[in-house]
């Protein structure tokens, strides 16, 4: 009987160890590079703590509500609540009792990195986050995932251009 049990023990730890990490698992595709060039943004001539201040301000500008703020690290998130209701989910909700969305939660993490002296990179990915009331429980998370609308992030960096120039401005 021990016997038997040692052999399995052994079978399962021999089948177990084959297994390799294929070379190109950490290996960036060619849309997690594109995602990252419309994330990221290079400012020159600007301090860091002006650099989260001015995006700080950009985002309260847009609705969002700063949730956390560390200088010392260059980062920044904030979030804000929309509704999430579409037509077609309703008329199936009220025929089938399917579930519902109800709202959604947008959220943004917004990184800096000093790159030289003069330079600063930033780096903001936003978030969406649905979530719908079933029959037996309120506000599950069906949805997870980012944002890849390139318009949202040439909206934001439009916007915190400005707020930079206004700050240098001392306006």
């Given at each position: ?20 990490i294929p070379k190109d698992a950490l290996r960036l595709t060619q849309k997690s ?5 419309m994330q990221q943004k290079e400012y020159d001539n600007v301090t860091e703590k002006h650099m989260l201040i001015a995006s700080a301000n950009v ?113």
């Amino acid at each position: 009987m021990r016997f038997k049990l040692y052999v399995v023990i052994l079978f399962s730890l021999f089948i177990t160890s084959c297994g390799t990490i294929p070379k190109d698992a950490l290996r960036l595709t060619q849309k997690s590079l594109e995602l990252r060039q419309m994330q990221q943004k290079e400012y020159d001539n600007v301090t860091e703590k002006h650099m989260l201040i001015a995006s700080a301000n950009v985002l309260q500008d847009i609705g969002f509500i700063i949730k956390e703020s560390e200088q010392d690290l260059g980062l920044l998130i904030a979030e804000k609540i929309r509704d999430a209701t579409n037509t077609g989910q309703v008329i199936m909700a009220i025929l089938l009792g399917t579930p519902m969305d109800t709202h959604q939660k947008i959220r943004v993490s917004l990184i800096t990195r000093i790159k030289n002296n003069n330079s600063i990179l930033v780096r903001a990915s936003f978030q969406r986050i649905v979530f719908s009331d079933t029959q037996y429980q309120r506000d599950v998370p069906t949805t997870m995932e980012y944002i890849k609308d390139k318009k949202i992030y040439q909206d934001f960096y439009t916007k915190l251009d400005k707020a930079i120039f206004l700050a240098k401005q001392g306006i």
